[in-house]
């Protein structure tokens, strides 16, 4: 990441931004108060949710992060802005929450309240003013410390019961054992999705690697699987599975069918082929010839130069390789609800069928944030390991 | 050997793998209705084996202009951040922008679809939105690297020459940039066939309407009929970009040596 300009002018963006999150927070809903899980809702503004004290209260960080972002550069000064938007985003979610427990005890236990648009606008732009403010920092720990503050925050106000009110959270209460079920399904199909890509898309970029002529066409093949919009592709192996199971019915005592988990993985394992192969093939070649060569001139067999010499030197490469893989994997899986494979896709499009939007949203976000944990997870993990950001 | 320009030109055209996919694609889209009832064996008895919501060049016609539409906007969009952030007056945001994509681009393509919806209802609308969303950042990461691709000894030519900034952008940075730009507009359009895909899931008429119709109704025919399609179009699309970037790199060096 490249690091910030010291400059001397004000910066514009976090200003913007606090200013779209003034106009939420004064004209846009905060939330919704619905007479039930299904039909729509009356919205209220925060102040007409809460009185005085929470419009005042987001009022003041709103400020904090304008003056902060108005003053000269000093040191950790974008550290600060961090926190304060963190602490914008922290308030949102609680105020929410506190705003729908009131509402809840007002009205009958049918009544459900959902965040309004003025609460999201507020929400993205905390969120932004905190990815500007880390992206401009330029010490690690002023980069780090605000995002953790963030999680942490968020993670004691679901903890704490905060957010229990929410109608978001009264579905997940609803159903948690089904979420576990389906959490640890999206897991079991992307862990499997990801181990069929690594085995063949490794061997397909070591071959690639080894037999640089045929890495072309290699390539190509691969591409246009890429290129098949990925619900077809979950969708085009039903049809040749249930023609080999009716062939072959032995096949189905091994679980293999048409639809459900098997033709899910073979399709996230398919999507990954390239993107793995790719990656192997690109880090194999980042190794210099001449530390091949020697290795070769010390009498290392094709064996140990892939194991002592290539693959500890293309290490970084290969990590990163594996983090965009899971990560795109993470998200295809949601698909897999749609071949009765089950994951999380299944209260998303469960959700769009009833229109029960706060279902939907469990699953969209739940898909979000858990991708978004792989890749953060993983970037830490290199960081740790290879001493140098991932890019 | 011997034979004339055009005949040259035909003949190459027909060696490209785009005309042949292409030529597969048309006809199966204006063929599928007279195709369809014959492909019973393929199926169990007695399943419906014609797509009667919508034909098929209707499907093509709605699902390309969505995803066309989308990806006009979502280029000019991706477009401008992308030299914003590479003037004087943007560089400051060029960090934010380039982490904002990477995080943007973890968020799977359903989950932001399934988003829009509260807000846009079902239909064309939640999809368009969603395609422009996550048809930017690709064409703002293939913006990005390729303007930073410019060496900087040609941008200071470029200025001893008496460029204006606006002039050094339009005739110098944008075409010497134009192949990794346009890798970037071809995987977001590459993207957003697949999305307008998933779009049928939320109410939009495109070629995933067979499939999401074929795979809730438990009708394979329309599952096989529509992923066909769809996948040639895809690839359709991805080839004939393929073609142009071949195009676009050919030509500039052709285009010097014969100033020279």
Do not use: C
């Not at chain 1, 009205?107 to 500007?132: C, E, K, N, P, Y």
């Not at chain 1, 959700?351 to 969209?364: E, K, M, N, P, S």
């Amino acid at each position: 990441m490249a690091a910030a300009r010291p400059g001397g002018r004000v910066d514009a963006l976090p200003l913007l931004l606090a200013a779209i999150a003034l106009a939420a927070v004064a004209f846009g809903g905060f939330i919704v108060v619905a007479p039930n899980r299904l039909l729509s809702g009356a919205p209220l503004t925060l102040w007409q949710a809460q009185g005085a004290g929470a419009p005042a209260a987001v009022l003041t960080l709103l400020a904090l992060i304008a003056t902060l972002a108005g003053l000269r550069d000093f040191r950790f000064r974008w550290a600060l802005i961090g926190l304060a938007a963190g602490a914008l985003v922290i308030a949102a979610m609680a105020l929410a929450g506190l705003a729908a427990a009131a509402h809840a005890e007002d009205a009958g236990r049918l009544t459900r309240v959902s965040l309004g648009a003025g609460f999201w606008t507020l929400l993205a732009a905390g969120l932004l003013i905190l990815a500007d403010a880390v992206g401009r920092e330029r010490s690690l720990p002023g980069k780090v410390v605000p995002v953790l503050a963030t999680g942490l925050g968020m993670a004691l106000l679901m903890a704490g019961g905060t957010l229990s009110q929410l109608s978001l959270a009264r579905e997940y209460a609803v159903r948690h054992q089904a979420y576990l079920h389906e959490l640890l399904r999206h897991l079991e199909l992307t862990g499997a999705g990801l181990a069929l890509a690594l085995l063949i898309g490794g061997a397909i970029g070591l071959m690639a690697y080894r037999r640089p002529r045929r890495a072309g066409s290699v390539f190509a093949v691969l591409d246009i699987v890429q290129t098949i919009p990925s619900l077809a592709l979950f969708a085009l192996l039903i049809g040749p599975l249930t023609a080999l199971t009716a062939l072959l019915p032995g096949l189905r005592q091994l679980g293999i069918s048409g639809i459900g988990p098997f033709p899910a993985i073979l399709a996230l394992g398919l999507y990954g082929l390239l993107p793995v192969a790719r990656g192997v093939h690109a880090g194999l070649s980042s190794v210099p010839n001449a530390v091949v060569e020697a290795a070769r001139g010390m009498g290392l067999t094709e064996a140990q130069i892939v194991r002592h010499t290539l693959v500890p030197l293309a290490l970084p490469t290969l990590f990163q390789t594996l983090r965009i893989t899971l990560v795109q994997l993470i998200g295809l899986a949601v698909l897999a609800a749609l071949i009765g494979a089950g994951g999380l896709g299944t209260f998303i499009f469960q959700g769009l069928g009833q229109t029960a939007v706060d279902l939907v949203l469990l699953g969209a976000l739940s898909a979000i944030v858990l991708a978004l944990l792989a890749d953060i997870g993983l970037r830490g993990l290199a960081f740790l390991l290879f001493r140098r950001p991932a890019r | 050997m011997n034979a004339g320009p055009a005949a040259d030109g035909a003949s190459r055209l027909l060696r490209r793998p785009v005309f042949w996919v292409g030529a597969v694609f048309l006809a199966l889209t204006f063929g599928m209705h007279a195709l369809a009832p014959h492909l019973g064996f393929l199926f169990p008895e007695g399943a419906r084996l014609v797509y009667t919501r919508a034909s098929f060049p209707e499907l093509v016609a709605s699902h390309a202009l969505l995803t066309g539409a989308a990806s006009l906007v979502a280029i000019a969009i991706g477009l401008s951040a992308a030299v914003f952030a590479t003037r004087p007056a943007g560089r400051d945001y060029a960090a934010t922008l380039e982490m904002l994509s990477a995080v943007a681009q973890t968020f799977p393509p359903v989950a932001v679809l399934a988003l829009a919806v509260p807000s846009l209802g079902y239909g064309a609308l939640p999809t368009v939105f969603a395609l422009v969303l996550y048809g930017v950042l690709p064409v703002m990461g293939g913006a990005l690297a390729g303007l930073g691709s410019v060496p900087g000894a040609v941008l200071d030519a470029a200025d001893g020459a008496g460029f204006t900034p606006g002039g050094r952008l339009w005739r110098i940075e944008l075409p010497l940039a134009a192949p990794i730009i346009l890798a970037g507009i071809r995987t977001s359009v590459t993207i957003g066939i697949g999305t307008a895909t998933i779009g049928s899931t939320v109410g939009a008429l495109t070629l995933g309407s067979p499939i999401i119709d074929g795979l809730s109704g438990d009708n394979p025919a329309f599952v096989l009929q529509g992923t066909v399609l769809v996948a040639l179009f895809a690839v359709t699309v991805d080839l004939g970009f393929g073609e142009v970037e071949r195009a676009l790199v050919r030509q500039p060096s052709g285009a010097s040596s014969r100033t020279r």
